[in-house]
């Protein structure tokens, strides 16, 4: 009899403890949410990141603070989160410059995609384009490509993220021309440059690129991405121009630590997508040009798999020394 009450004795036990690790899930959260952009302030990442944590913040009933580290083509910021606590208060809002390209160009990224982090939900979708300053003699893509090979190297890009940089290498190859890349943290020191004279051609997001165009200070020269936009119509695509499979699409999404807890990652997809569905979001991305895209963690981890894989080919056919 005494083994028997001290059996139920235990079994009690352990139900308070299962019932106190339930309540502790269902409680998420509660306390602030950090959302690292691994870029510079008013980049495609920083916008998509501060609509949605504004308005997750509030089903969500904590504040979900942003915060920038840019540096090295995201790497920073992606390797803070790798390293922090897989409790759902650090999160990181990923691109495919920051995700899927450093395993193709860096010769020991600082983490793991696959092991160190959770797909959460894809946040957003943007379009990819080319400018050249206003005042330019370049007026078309094939006008950069014959300035190119009558000054091999004297013509610079900015190279202010990994998909933009692999874009132009792809563009070097395919076209056998030299352009010279600078470096930079991110889109905005680049735009800096480009308005004053220090570069000759920057690859940017659509957004970033029809405010400047809109503004009368820099010209579409091409689309990066696979398909013309409604937003600028008559720009052609590298495709129709004759680049043959030239199609970078940019995307954006946000990602957990390894290890964060099922119940949570579900939960921050589930506000993240009637975030992205809502009529303040999409009015800011509308402003942005950015595609209004929600993906499930499932998804997401499939298209991180495409991903990687497509531009490891890429710096592979295109022979692009890894940093």
């Known amino acids: 009899m005494k083994n028997w009450h001290r059996r139920r004795a235990c079994l009690a036990a352990v139900a308070v403890l299962s019932s106190a690790s339930v309540g502790a899930q269902t409680e998420y959260p509660t306390q602030a949410i950090k959302m690292i952009v691994p870029f510079t302030p008013g980049s495609t990442s920083d916008i998509a990141a501060r609509a949605i944590a504004q308005k997750i913040q509030g089903p969500l009933g904590q504040p979900v603070v942003v915060e920038n580290r840019p540096g090295a083509n995201g790497a920073i910021g992606m390797q803070a989160v790798a390293k922090a606590k897989p409790d759902g208060y650090t999160l990181v809002v990923g691109s495919i410059s920051s995700t899927a390209v450093p395993a193709a160009i860096m010769r020991n990224p600082p983490f793991d995609l696959f092991k160190d982090f959770m797909p959460v939900s894809v946040i957003a979708g943007t379009t990819l384009m080319l400018v050249v300053p206003k005042e330019s003699p370049l007026d078309s893509l094939a006008a950069l490509v014959d300035a190119a090979k009558k000054a091999p190297g004297r013509l610079s890009y900015a190279n202010s993220a990994g998909l933009y940089l692999l874009a132009m290498e792809s563009l070097k190859l395919q076209a056998g021309i030299d352009l010279t890349a600078v470096a930079y943290k991110g889109p905005a020191e680049a735009t800096t440059d480009l308005l004053g004279g220090n570069l000759s051609v920057q690859p940017d997001s659509l957004?970033?690129?029809?405010?400047?165009?809109?503004?009368?200070?820099?010209?579409?020269?091409?689309?990066?991405?696979g398909t013309r936009t409604p937003v600028l119509p008559e720009i052609p695509t590298m495709q129709e121009l004759g680049y043959k499979d030239f199609d970078f699409n940019g995307w954006i999404g946000v990602l957990a630590p390894a290890g964060t807890p099922p119940a949570i990652v579900e939960r921050l997809h589930r506000e993240m997508a009637a975030a992205i569905a809502s009529p303040d979001v999409q009015r800011v991305y509308a402003g942005a040009a950015l595609d209004a895209v929600a993906m499930s963690p499932a998804r997401y981890r499939e298209l991180l798999e495409r991903e990687t894989a497509k531009y490891q080919r890429i710096v592979e056919q295109a022979r692009i020394p890894k940093q």
Request: proline share 0%; no cysteine.
């Open 207 to 225: 957004g970033a690129a029809t405010r400047l165009i809109q503004a009368g200070k820099t010209k579409a020269l091409a689309v990066l991405s």
